[in-house]
Every structure is written in structure tokens, then in C-alpha cells.
């Protein structure tokens, strides 16, 4: 009788959320999947010994797991869930109301009667933590904190007496169940990985791997890829080079396998699926015997297309194609390769969910066996792949989807002629390989790296790691060990593939500023391990999402006297303001230490002014003023100035103008121009002349009213404030794009505005 051997792959990931150099993670991700997820669906197999499944863990997370379980993860969300809520801070209330609530509604807040009440409450105050604060008083939030863990623990954790216990309680929580919950954690996720090796030593699991840090392994190798897998994709305006990169992802995360579970895998799901033919020779090379990508990657290989009826079934010659297993061979390389079917995979991450648990288990088995049927009545073995990411979609099925799982393992074990295998053990009893001797390049979403670049945040992320990689090669010589090993380290970080994931078009969260800030921060850490400054550029977001904060134009000519000790109202009336949004990013590596810019012109000078949120900063900080001068509808700025101020404790600021064309400063503390004044007391002052930047204030021509037409032709100034500590940058304004100024009279400054 001829077998369908159904593969069911789990890919379990989740970005690296440390930072190296601070060791604070700035996001939850790792902890709560941890609870939630990973334990649970190894442990579900022990109720049904023939179900083999094959699990995917990205190096990056077991290192972070392992973190985590060990106690020396500094988690300031956990830190605020454990704190006492008498004891909180503002800040760390609305911290709270902004973060302890992201969970999904339905199946996660709404099964706890109390964290929905509050929930509510939260919502009904616009969902804004300033507002809702007021409406939560310290026993809000100490239940807010309890349930805010409990809902995403493990289903077999809920089972435990004392968490039952607590359930039971549903409110009115003390500070020793809080501690409890706490501490509990860390018992529960050292229970994570011991339950994985149990099972891959028993035979019931198979473990694979992915590239270390997840990084897309085609355009590491090359990000010329992405033009050959889209032909006329806009690319990167700096070639990234770098196959020895993606070698060392993929032989990191082999060796991390080994040491954590003592046995080196044999089977890759690169991340994202992305395979190209020199990340095969890559793989086999280091000893990898199978690699697993999507149908779409199969299908232009082959030159069809795998469309389906209005039932989801493919017609016998394409499934034929699909449901087996392929032996690429091309050189010297050889590489077995299984390819998921996307539409059965997708009915699990996305559909089911919403069907009760059993029939949505009796619709996959029907699916799969249907799927198979063309290969099967011809006496022939069948392979249906189902591979999908093992974590984010429980929050969308009633208790993490556990009676689901229940029922279709339990079908799959009790299925006559099916056989749930391990994609090792597949390959071990397959006899009728399919071959192939070229792969097109791609991904698993669409067959092409679109998602990772093209659109112009993606490509400028890939030039900003393209300078950060070619600065490394360069200082890395003159660095010692250590100074190299965080670097190298902080750079393999940045290759992953997940801070591209919510630049460009396709993908946003509330959490977009959040990756933003993180990959940047890894890339500034490259620069300061090798000790050099990190470019200008990385003070800035990449993304352009958000919410925006105020802005108000200049309408009149300014003429402050620059002293940096009083702000007189009226000297500064009329100037462009750019007001901070605090309510982003608080509490997880965000500082905030400028509340305000205000910046203006009269008809000779540039005036600028930075009020610090509270009183400027006690440790030593350099303050940088960027400041273009741009002509109407020209290609690059006509001149770039810098204004780098150094402060000292004890010592008067030391400072400097200087053109990024010119070798030389313009203008110097020690030897300062009349027509420069700086000033740092209670706030920060300058002004410089415009002659300087080449540019003087204008008149329209006659017969252009002044107005929006004049705004689109006349020059302009562009600037931009940033502090730096530990020549890192820690708070900008703007935090997005710059503060334009426009050069005109002062009559027709007021009509624009007016």
C-alpha cells in the first residue's frame, strides 16, 4: 500500500530583542511566547507517540530562552510587572496601561474576567495611558499585573494547583501572588528547552535550525538577489557582498544546536524560507543534508504554476510535482529539499482559528488525504509538507489552539495509510525523489524577497548595514579582541531579517518604532564597540510611521538675543516649533531628554534654541545641529553645516561650525566670529549667519502671490538637533524627517502662513 507521509514542520522565532552593550531587552517577545507556546506543543505529543513532528528553533531565541531561564535577562517589562504598583511611577504607570494590555482580546483578555474589566476601562479612555491613568488606582494595577502574565502562560502551566488557585481568586490580587507569578516564570521557562531534548532523544521530534541571528541568506550572500528574483526591482544604492556572513549565520546555528541538545541537525528552514543556489552549496558544505522552502520557489523553478480549484486541490500533474520530495543537484552540490503547501499551511495559521475545533481538525486531515489522492492511485508515495510559524497564531484560537492540535493528531494518529513523520525520517523512507538542477531565488511569501527590499526604507536599511559593514572591515585591524568579537557580533544581529520585516509597505505593528530604534541601536553599537562615533544618520527612524508630534511653522522674522539662561516668550514669538512625543517608547531604552526645539530666521541670521526636558543632562553630552541649505527643486543640498557642541561637567562648552566639504571649521570656541554666538545654561542657544549656509531670504517674483506656490519654489532650510552620550544618540528632534524654514521677506512669510 502506498504511504502519505504528512510533514509537519513548527518554526518557532522571534527577533533578537537584547541589546549587547546595555543587555536589556527591549521587548517581551521571547518571555511571553516562551510561556505561552513552545513548551505546550512538544509536551501536547506525549499523549500521541506515532504523531512525529519536526520543530524549528532559530539560534537567536534559544540563546534569548536561555537568558531568560537562567535569570540574567534584564527585562524592564517584566521589572514593571513585578514592581509594586504603590511604587510605580508615573511613567511606569502609563508604561504599564500602554504595554500589559497587548494581547489578544479575545481569546487571551476576555478569558479573565478582570483583565477585560480593565481592558474596557483602558479603552474607554481612548486607549491613551495619560488619560486612563487617572481611572486605575494601585489595586487596578497590581490585578493588571498578575493577569497580564497569567493570560499567556502554557496551557499545561495553568493546570499547576497554585496558578489554578490564583485564577480562581480573578481579582483583588496581593503582593505575594504577584511575586509569585513572577518568580514562577523563570522555573516555567527553564522547562522550555529540557522538554524539547527529551523529545528529540525519544525519536518523536526532530530538530532543525535556521541561519543564527534569521538573517534572508540570499541577500546576505547578495542583494542583487532581489533583482534577479523581481527583475527591475529598485535595489540598495550600495551592493551587499557578504556570502563568508551568511556562512557563519548558518555554521553559529548548527553548533549552538549541538551544544544545547547534543546532536548536530541535519535539516535548515531558512529563514523565511529564502534559498537561492549559492546558499545550497553554503549549506552542504557545512554538512546540512535538507533544506525546506515554499511551493511558489518550486514552481518558477519549474516553470508552473500551482493554482488550485474551488476547492484548494491541485490537478493531478501539479500535485504530483508538489507532494514528493526533490533531490537538487547542480555541480557539486546536493541538497534534498521538501516544499510546504502554502495553501494547507495558510488554513492553519489563518483560518481555522475561527471553526470549531474538531470540524477544523476533520477539514485538514480531508484536505491533506485529497491532496494526496492523485499521487496515491498510482501506487506511489505522497508527501504532503505543512510548515507554518509555530507561536503567533495560537493567540487567534481558543486556548492556544490545544483542542485543535488534540483532534488532528489524534486523527493523524489513527489515519489507516498515514504516516506523521519527521522530514528526516520522510526522506529516509522516500523513493521516488524529484530532481532538479536550478532553483530560482526566493522567499516563502510570493517566491521573492520583495518584503525585505526594494521599497525605500528597506533599501536604505541595507546601505546603512553596508557602511557598518565596510567600517568593520576597516577598523576592526586596529581593534583588540573583544572590541571585534561585539562588533562582528553586533553586526550579524543586524543582518536578521526581522528589522526589515516592518520597514517598507507590507508589515506594521505597534511595536514598528520599537524594531526601528533596535536596529539602529545595533548598528550604532558596531560603531562604538570599534570606538568611533556612530554616523549622524542612525540618530534618526528609518520608518516613517508613527504618531506625529506638533509642529508649527515660523510666521515672523525672530531676533533673540542668545544667552541659553532665560527664554524671553516674545524674543522667540513667531519661530517654527517642534514639540517631542514622550508617549512612544517609554520605558525600554528610549530617553528622553529634549522636550522642545524652536528655529527662525531674520534677514541676516539662522537662530536655533533646544529646551531639555527638565534640566540638561548631569553625565557628559554632545549636542549636533544638522543644517542644509537647499535650492528650489534641487537634486542635494546647495550647503551642509555641523554645529557640534561637547559638554563637560565643570568645564564651559566647547564647540564648533564646520562644512562637511570643508577640512576646516568655520568657527571655533577657542578662536570665536562676532557673527557666531552659542550658549548652553538652562537651554541651549545659537545663532549663525546665513551667508554661511548661501542662502538670503527672497521675494517671489512679481505677479506670484505669496502663498502655497511660493512654499514650492522658494530655497529652504533643513535642520535637525540630536544629544549623545557615550557617543551613541539617545534623544533627536525631529525623531522623524527635519524642521524646514522658508527664506523669504518677512511680508510674505506672514502671508504664507496666514
Known sequence: MPALRVIVLWHQHQPFYKDLVTGEYRLPWVRLHALKDYYGMVKLLDEFPNVHQTFNLVPSLILQIQDYAAGTAHDPF???????AKDLTPNERRFALQYLFQANPVNMIARYPRYHELWERFRGAGDSPERAEKYFQPQDFTDLQVLSQIAWFDEFFLDDPDVAALIKKGRGFSLEDQSFVVTRQ????????????????QGRIEISTSPFYHPILPLVCDTNMGAVSTPGLPLPANRFLHPEDAREQLRRGLDLHQQTFGVRPVGVWPSEGSVSEEVLTIAQSLGVKWMATDEGVLGRSLGINFARDGEGQLPSQSAEKLYTIYRYESGSTEM?????????SDLVGFVYSGMPAQDAASHLIHNIKQAAQPILSQGRDAVVSIILDGENAWEYYPRSGREFLRCFCDALQRESGVEAVTVSEAIARHHDFGKLTSLVPGSWINANFNVWIGAPEDNRSWDYLYHARNFYAQAAPRANDAQRKLAFEELLIAEGSDWNWWYGPEHHSANDRDFDELYRKHLSNVYQALGAVPPDYLAQPISGGGIRPEFTPQTHYIHPHITGE???????????????????GAMHGKQFLVDSVHAGIDESNLYGRLDFAGKPPEMDFDLVVNVESWAAEAQRPRRTLRLDVQVEAGAPPSWKVSSVDEENPLATSEGSSEEVRIALLRNFEFKLPLAWLLATPVTPPVGNAAGKATALTTTLLRLRFSLWQNRLPVDALPLEGWIELRLLSEPDLMALAF
Open 78 to 84: 517584566l521589572k514593571v510587572a513585578a514592581k509594586p
Open 186 to 201: 523563570q522555573a516555567l521557562l527553564g522547562e522550555v528547552l529540557p522538554a524539547h531534548a527529551a523529545a528529540a532523544q
Open 336 to 344: 534534498h529539499l521538501i516544499f510546504r503547501d502554502h495553501t494547507i
Open 566 to 584: 532665560v527664554v524671553r516668550y516674545f524674543e522667540w514669538m513667531g519661530a517654527a516649533v517642534y514639540t517631542a512625543d514622550h508617549r512612544a
